[in-house]
C-alpha cells in the first residue's frame, strides 16, 4: 500500500462522508499516489522483482540477437534479421560503426558476467574467437570501434581472466582476446598517422587509411570526443599487452586538445582539424561531440592514476560549471565568448554528465540536472535526441540510449536514496510498454508518435542493461566486486590496479603548465559520502523539490507574467528569428500570449515579450544582391523553365563557375536538414532541396555537404512567397566561420519552391543548373537597353531645316489623309459627347443602347467594347 508519509493513501477516502467529497478525494488520491511512489523506499521483495524483469529483458534483446541477426554486427527488431553492411540501405556515417566483426556479440561479452550469466559467457567468448574477423575490407569509424569493440574486447578479457584465476570455468582460456584487442589496436594505429598527433576519423581495418585501397583518408576534421576518447582502452591494452605504441598515441591526441583550448575561457571547441589544429565548430558543451572527452579526462586519472588528468579536469569543470551549467540546464556557448548561448536546445548525450558530477563530488548541480532530465522523460516517454530550453521536443528520435540510467545509477549509488530506485523502475516499464517488440527492443523514431525504427544499436545491451541491473543490486549479489572496476564511455570494465599492478609506459608522462584556478574539497580527492550528506538523509530531495514541476507535468499551468521589450530588427539577409533562437531567446506569436496579461505586470520579473521592429530602408551604400537562378534543363523543360533564385554569402561562388552547377535534385530527410540525414545515400552526388528555418543555412549546409550533396538549394517556408512580390536577399553564416562550407547555394522562395517538387514529384529525375542569372541559357549575352533623346516634328515631304545637321536621320512619314482637320477633330469631339450622354440615359432607364464604335474608352455603361483602333 502506498503511503504519504506515515498515512495511507486511502485514509484521504474515509474522512469524508459525501459522495461528492469522496470522488473529489479519490481524484486527488489517485493524482498523489504516483509521488507517493517514488518518495516510498523499496523493499527487497520489489528490488528483486524489477532485477528479475531486466534479466528478462535481456534474456528477449539478447536471444533475439543470437537467434535472427548473429554473426551479423546488429539487430534489425523490425525486420527480425541481422544488419550487414553493404546489404541494407546506406545510413551514411550511422554505418561507420559496422565493421563486419559481430560487433553487438563484443559489445554485450562483459554485461553476460555482470548479469552473472558465465555459462553465457563461456559460450560468446568460444563464438568470438572462432568466428570473428578483424581484417575486414570495411571503413569503420575509430571512435565507434575503439569504444565497442576494443573496449568489449579489453572488458571480456579481464573478466575471462578472473573466471580463470577462480578455478571454476574459462581453463581453456589462452588470452585469445587480448590478443584480438591487440591485433585491433594495430589496425587502428594508423589513423592516428598525422602531423597532429590528432587521428583521421576513419580507418579501413585491412587497408589502414593513406593506402590507395583504403577508401579514407581525405577526412581533414574530427570531433573532440573522437579524439580524446582513445585512452582508457588504448593506455590498458598498452599496459596489459606492453606495448607503449598505444598509450602515447592516445596521450599525445589528449596533449593537442588541451594545449588547443581557449586559454581565455578553458573551453574546446567541438570539431578540430586534425592536420593545422585549428578548430573548425568552435560552440562548445557538454553533449555530442565533447561529452566523452571531459569523462576520459577524469576516469584516466582514476584508472592510471596520472595527475595531469585530474588537474586538467578541474580546470575544464571549472570552466563548464562557470559558462555552460545554467542549472538545471547545460547550454552550448560559442568558446571565444562563453558568456552567449549558442543554441536554445540540448541533446540527449548530456545525460550522462550527472554522473560524472557524482564522479567529481559535485552532487547538487547533478541532482538539478538529471532531475530535469526525469521530467523531460516523464512529459514524453524517452529523452528526445533533443529538446529546447523549454522541454519541447526539437529532434524526436530515441535511440535507446542509456545515458539518463548511467547517471541515475552513480547518483542512487552516491545518496542511497530510494527515489533513484523508482526512476529506474520508470525507465524499465517504459522500454517494457513503447520499445518492447517481437524481436527485441525498438528505437522510437519519434517519441511524438510512438513511431519504431528498425534498429536495436549495440549499446542497449552494453550499457542500458549493466547500469539497470546494478541500480537494483546489491554489491553481495554480483559475480565481482564492481568497486574494483571503472566504467568507459561504453561501461566497459576495467579494472582500477592497473595503476599498480601495471607499470605506466616508459615516456608518457605528460606534463601541464601551472594554471591557477579555484579548488575545493575535492580537487584532489575522491567524494566522502560523510561530507556530502552529513545526518541529511533529505538532502537530495530538497533540492529536487524545486524542480519536480519544471515541465509542467503534475501541475495546472500558469503562464510567466510577461514584460515588453522592443528590438530593432535590420533584416539584410540574416536569419532572425533563428539567430534569436540560438541565443536562447524563444518567441512566441503576440496573438499567443494569454489573455488578461494587463499592464500591471509590466512591472513584475518574467517572461518578456519581444517584439521585432522592422527598420526598412534603402541607401546607396547596401550591396548589391546579385540574381541567379535554378534552371530546369531536364526534359520536358529543357531550359524554358527558369526560377530566380537568391546568393549566399558562404559555400562555392556561383560567379567564378563559368558554366555553372549542374545536377539532379533529390529532397532532404528531414527535410529541413536540422538533424543528421537519413537519406545520405540518396543525396550523394546530388543537389539537395532543404526547407528554410529551425536552424541556420550554415548548419544545414554542413550536414547536407557531409551527406555528399553537390549544391543545395533552400526554399522559402513562407507559404506563398515569392521572388515577384519580396526582394532577394543573400544568405549569411552562422556567425562562425564559414570556410569548411564548399558547396554552391541558392535560395528560392515558396512559389518557386512549389515547382520544384512539383516537377520532382511528376518526373523523379529532375536535372537543374544552378548559375547567376546573366549565364542562364539561351541568355548568354545580356542586352543591355539603349537610351536616346528623339525631338520630333512635323513637316511637309521634302522639308528640311536649312542648316540642319547632316548624318544619321530618323523620318516619320504621315500621309495626308490620315491628319484630322481641326474643324473634323472638333466635329470627332461632339458626336463622341452626344453618345455618351445617350448611353448614359438608357443605362439609367434600364435598357441597354447599341453603341457605336467610336464609344468613349472610359464610358463605364453597358456599352459595347471599345474597337476603335
Known amino acids: ?3 504519504m508519509g506515515n498515512k495511507p493513501c486511502w485514509w484521504l477516502i474515509h474522512s469524508s462522508r459525501s459522495r461528492m467529497s469522496t470522488t473529489i478525494l479519490l481524484i486527488t488520491c489517485l493524482l498523489t499516489w504516483a509521488k507517493c511512489q517514488e518518495n516510498q523506499s523499496m523493499t527487497q521483495e520489489e528490488k528483486l522483482v524489477i532485477r528479475d524483469q531486466i534479466i528478462e529483458m535481456f534474456d528477449h534483446a539478447y536471444g533475439s540477437y543470437m537467434k535472427y541477426a548473429y554473426p551479423a554486427d546488429e539487430l534489425m527488431p523490425l525486420s527480425c534479421k541481422g544488419r550487414v553492411r553493404g546489404q541494407e540501405p546506406n545510413r551514411g556515417d550511422i554505418d561507420d560503426s559496422l565493421g563486419k566483426f559481430s560487433l553487438t556479440l563484443i559489445d554485450t561479452l562483459d554485461t553476460l558476467v555482470v548479469l552473472n550469466k558465465l555459462d553465457d559467457f563461456e559460450d560468446a567468448v568460444r563464438k568470438t574467437v572462432r568466428d ?3 581484417d575486414n575490407d570495411v571503413v569503420v569509424s575509430v571512435f565507434e570501434t575503439n569504444i565497442r569493440v576494443l573496449g568489449g574486447l579489453l572488458g571480456a578479457h579481464v573478466m575471462a581472466d578472473l573466471l580463470r584465476q577462480r578455478g571454476e570455468r574459462m581453463q581453456w582460456y589462452q588470452d585469445e582476446l587480448l590478443h584480438m584487442a591487440k591485433e585491433l589496436g594495430h589496425r587502428l594505429l594508423p589513423a592516428f598517422n598525422t602531423t597532429s598527433g590528432l587521428p583521421y576519423p576513419k580507418v579501413n581495418l585491412r587497408y589502414g587509411v593513406l593506402n590507395p585501397l583504403s577508401r579514407t583518408g581525405t577526412e581533414s576534421d574530427t570531433c573532440t570526443a573522437c579524439a580524446g576518447t582513445m585512452i582508457l582502452e588504448f593506455a590498458a591494452l598498452s599496459r596489459l599487452s606492453g606495448e607503449s605504441v598505444f598509450e602515447e598515441n592516445a596521450r599525445k591526441a589528449l596533449d593537442v586538445l588541451w594545449d588547443r583550448r581557449q586559454r581565455g575561457s578553458d573551453l574546446v571547441g567541438t570539431v578540430i582539424n586534425i592536420h593545422n589544429e585549428e578548430w573548425v565548430r568552435r560552440d562548445s558543451g557538454v553533449g555530442a561531440g565533447i561529452d566523452s572527452y571531459y569523462e576520459y579526462l577524469m576516469k584516466a586519472y582514476i584508472l592510471l592514476g596520472d595527475n595531469v588528468f585530474l ?15 545554467q542549472p538545471p540546464l547545460l547550454l552550448n556557448v560559442h568558446m571565444h565568448n562563453p558568456t552567449v548561448s549558442v543554441r536554445s536546445w540540448m541533446d540527449s548525450l548530456l545525460a550522462f554528465f550527472p554522473g560524472l558530477q557524482v564522479l567529481r563530488g559535485d552532487l547538487k548541480p547533478a541532482i538539478e540536472t538529471h532531475e530535469m532530465l526525469y521530467q523531460v522523460t516523464k512529459q514524453h516517454k524517452f529523452l528526445p535526441e533533443a529538446f529546447t530550453t523549454e522541454f519541447r521536443v526539437h529532434w524526436g528520435q530515441h535511440l535507446l540510449r542509456p545515458e539518463f540510467a548511467e547517471s541515475t545509477y552513480y547518483l542512487y549509488k552516491a545518496t542511497g536514496d530510494p527515489y533513484y530506485l523508482r526512476v529506474g523502475q520508470s525507465i524499465v516499464e517504459k522500454l517494457n510498454a513503447y520499445a518492447r517488440v517481437p524481436c527485441g527492443f525498438a528505437a522510437v523514431q519519434d517519441v511524438r508518435t510512438g513511431t519504431h525504427e528498425d534498429r536495436m544499436d549495440s549499446f542497449f545491451l552494453a550499457e542500458m542493461f ?11 549479489e554480483l559475480p565481482i566486486d564492481i568497486d574494483d572496476y571503472i566504467f568507459t564511455t561504453e561501461a566497459h570494465l576495467l579494472p582500477v590496479s592497473l595503476s599498480t599492478t601495471k607499470p605506466p609506459c616508459p615516456g608518457n608522462d605528460t606534463e601541464t603548465d601551472p594554471v591557477s584556478h579555484e579548488e575545493d574539497l575535492f580537487t584532489h580527492s575522491c567524494p566522502s559520502l560523510e561530507t556530502l550528506f552529513p545526518n541529511n538523509p533529505s538532502f537530495a530531495k530538497t533540492i529536487r523539490d524545486s524542480y519536480k514541476y519544471l515541465t509542467g507535468v503534475g501541475r495546472a499551468f500558469h503562464p510567466l507574467p510577461v514584460r515588453e521589450i522592443e528590438l530593432p530588427l535590420h533584416d539584410n539577409g540574416m536569419e532572425p528569428v533563428e539567430f534569436l533562437k540560438s541565443m536562447g531567446i524563444s518567441l512566441t506569436p503576440l496573438n499567443e500570449v494569454m489573455a488578461g ?8 520579473k518574467g517572461v518578456y515579450r519581444v517584439k521585432l521592429v522592422a ?9 548589391e544582391v546579385l540574381p541567379h537562378v535554378v534552371q530546369l534543363i531536364s526534359p520536358p523543360y529543357l531550359g524554358r523553365t527558369v526560377l530566380t533564385a537568391g546568393p549566399a554569402k558562404f559555400g562555392l561562388d556561383l560567379t567564378k563557375q563559368e558554366h555553372g552547377v549542374k545536377g539532379s535534385i533529390v529532397k532532404a530527410s528531414p527535410y529541413t536538414a536540422c538533424g543528421p540525414i537519413d537519406n545520405a545515400q540518396e543525396l550523394e552526388g546530388h543537389i539537395a532541396l532543404a526547407l528554410r528555418g529551425d536552424c541556420m543555412f550554415a548548419a544545414k549546409a554542413r550536414r547536407l555537404q557531409e551527406a555528399g550533396a553537390i549544391g543545395v538549394i533552400f526554399i522559402d517556408h513562407r507559404e506563398g512567397s515569392n521572388s515577384k512580390e519580396t526582394p532577394l536577399f543573400q544568405m549569411v553564416g552562422d556567425g562562425d566561420s564559414t570556410e569548411d562550407i564548399n558547396l554552391p547555394l541558392v535560395f528560392v ?4 519552391g512549389a515547382v520544384l517538387t512539383a516537377a520532382l514529384e511528376e518526373h523523379q529525375n529532375v536535372d537543374v543548373l544552378l548559375l547567376p542569372k546573366e549565364r542562364q541559357l539561351g541568355h548568354d549575352k545580356t542586352e543591355k537597353p539603349v537610351s536616346m533623346n528623339i525631338k520630333l516634328r512635323l513637316a511637309e515631304e521634302g522639308e528640311l531645316d536649312e542648316g540642319a545637321a547632316r548624318g544619321p536621320t530618323l523620318e516619320f512619314f504621315l500621309e495626308k489623309e490620315q491628319l484630322l482637320l481641326k474643324e473634323e477633330e472638333e466635329e470627332e469631339l461632339e458626336h463622341r459627347e452626344q453618345q455618351h450622354k445617350a448611353c448614359t440615359k438608357a443605362d439609367k432607364d434600364g435598357r441597354t443602347a447599341p453603341c457605336t464604335a467610336g464609344s468613349s474608352p472610359t464610358t463605364k455603361s453597358n456599352c459595347g467594347p471599345d474597337t476603335n483602333p
Open 597 to 604: 496579461e494587463g499592464r500591471r505586470q509590466k512591472d513584475r
Open 466 to 476: 549493466k547500469y539497470l541491473y546494478l541500480l537494483f543490486s546489491e554489491k553481495t
Open 615 to 623: 527598420e526598412l530602408s534603402q541607401t546607396q551604400e547596401e550591396e
Open 132 to 134: 570473428v574477423r578483424l
Open 311 to 325: 588537474e586538467r579536469f578541474n580546470i575544464h569543470y571549472s570552466a563548464i560549471m562557470k559558462y555552460i551549467s
Open 1 to 3: 500500500m502506498a503511503k
Open 749 to 752: 522562395f515558396s512559389r518557386e
